[in-house]
């Protein structure tokens, strides 16, 4: 059942040979109410103009550094005994856009680099590779294509992090293809996507039997019955295969899975943009002793400009994450998000966010409700130079004992640019 591994690797370098990027599965294209969102307008007297690099000036170079101090109330996201922490966090960016009239293509490359006053142990250092890009065929469609390598570190507050004297680090890749035709009415997507995730040994903890290879195979077709108003099926494919074909608690965790959805999406005179759907998941264990994770899936994102300063959205999503915990066989994850973005100035934004996540772990009596709100403006101070502050409150009940807890966060940053 499991794909081959010659099968795998054949598909990564399929898709990193064809490069150009589809910055994420299904990712939906330019629609008007989202790219006149506060959050995503343009804003040119404040933006920086880059410096001129490349082939006869064709391409646009961005460096950027941030400094940004941090304080936690609760560091290890513990229920008792919490411990805070001040942080201080260093992180370089650069990035390369083309300056084209078709086609597109964007490399980045950035850090951050984590310094913590109190507890030196819990240092980390994080670093990120992403190119991505674009090219138009005409005016029926496009493809496109990603690679993002990266480097990061477990949260404290994952299901799935032990409690070792230092964090988890663990490596991440992503190829993505992805094409869209759409000749009149008619709608037709298909995305390919390939993870692969490396854990790092931890102390006396073995995490070999968490790496594993992802692949994901999504499409969709759909018609517009009138303008900005389209109705789709949506269908995926995936199969999750372990290095480790047996884990250290005896569970042979490889899967496959499938998706089927069906939905509407509205894009009506740049104010109002709506996109859900619904339909059915299964994932299916190569272990007999792992129960199906299976039932009924749902995405969605609203956006809603009421007035030029201010924008409201929502995003709902159901999905199958994985997990090494013994006895469970995954993880079926709700999503629910709020979101209000207000510009009080053309250079001074605030937003606000409320999220609930509901993570279900299939096969053991444990449930966590997780709700989190955060606070923050940005003062753009000039098209080079930034600031702003960030507020973040994150309440977790667990049916697991000990694993219910609150952490109050409070962040500040500066940031330069070219």
């Not at 995936?238 to 939905?263: C, H, M, P, W």
């Not at 740049?270 to 299976?294: I, N, W």
């Not at 994985?322 to 001074?348: H, I, P, R």
Request: aromatic share 10%; net charge negative.
């Amino acid at each position: 059942m499991v794909a081959p591994k010659r099968m795998i690797c054949a598909a990564l370098f399929v898709v990193c040979v064809v490069g150009i990027d589809v910055g994420g599965v299904m990712a939906a294209w330019a629609q008007t109410a989202l790219e006149d969102s506060v959050a995503r307008r343009p804003r040119p007297d404040f933006e920086p103009i880059g410096i001129v690099a490349g082939p006869a000036g064709s391409f646009l170079l961005f460096p950027a550094l941030e400094l940004q101090t941090r304080y936690t109330d609760n560091l290890f996201a513990t229920d008792s005994g919490t411990i805070s922490d001040e942080i201080f966090i260093i992180k370089p960016e650069i990035k390369l856009r083309s300056d084209w009239d078709n086609h597109a293509l964007n490399l980045a490359i950035g850090a951050r680099n984590a310094h913590h006053v109190k507890n030196p142990n819990e240092d980390w250092t994080d670093a990120n590779f992403n190119a991505d890009g674009r090219y138009d065929i005409a005016d029926l469609g496009r493809l496109r294509a990603a690679l993002t390598l990266e480097q990061r570190h477990e949260a404290r507050s994952s299901p799935d992090d032990p409690g070792n004297p230092n964090p988890t680090i663990f490596y991440r890749g992503v190829a993505e293809l992805g094409g869209e035709y759409n000749p009149d009415a008619l709608l037709l997507r298909l995305a390919v996507k390939v993870q692969r995730h490396d854990f790092r040994d931890n102390g006396s903890t073995n995490n070999d039997d968490r790496d594993r290879t992802i692949v994901e195979v999504r499409g969709r077709t759909g018609y517009e019955f009138t303008p900005g108003t389209t109705a789709f099926v949506e269908g995926a494919l995936d199969n999750r295969d372990f290095d480790q074909k047996i884990d250290d608690a005896g569970f042979k965790r490889s899967s496959d899975g499938y998706e089927v959805l069906t939905g509407m999406t509205l894009d009506l005179s740049g104010v109002t943009f709506a996109e859900l759907a619904a339909g059915y998941r299964r994932q299916r264990f190569d272990d007999p002793l792992l129960s199906d994770v299976q039932g009924v899936s749902f995405a969605g994102r609203l956006l809603w400009n009421p007035t030029d300063l201010l924008s409201l959205s929502a995003r709902l999503r159901r999905l199958v994450k994985e997990t090494t915990l013994s006895g469970a066989s995954g993880v079926f994850t709700s999503v629910f998000s709020l979101k209000a973005d207000y510009e009080a100035a053309d250079n001074l934004l605030f937003d606000a966010k409320v999220t609930l996540t509901v993570q279900d772990f299939d096969g053991i009596q444990r449930q966590d409700d997780s709700l989190s709100f955060e606070f923050g403006g940005k003062y753009l101070i000039g098209p080079n130079l930034y600031a702003g502050a960030r507020y973040s409150l994150e309440n977790r009940a667990s049916d697991a004992i000990g694993s219910d807890f609150t952490e109050n966060r409070i962040r500040v940053f500066f940031g330069a640019r070219l």
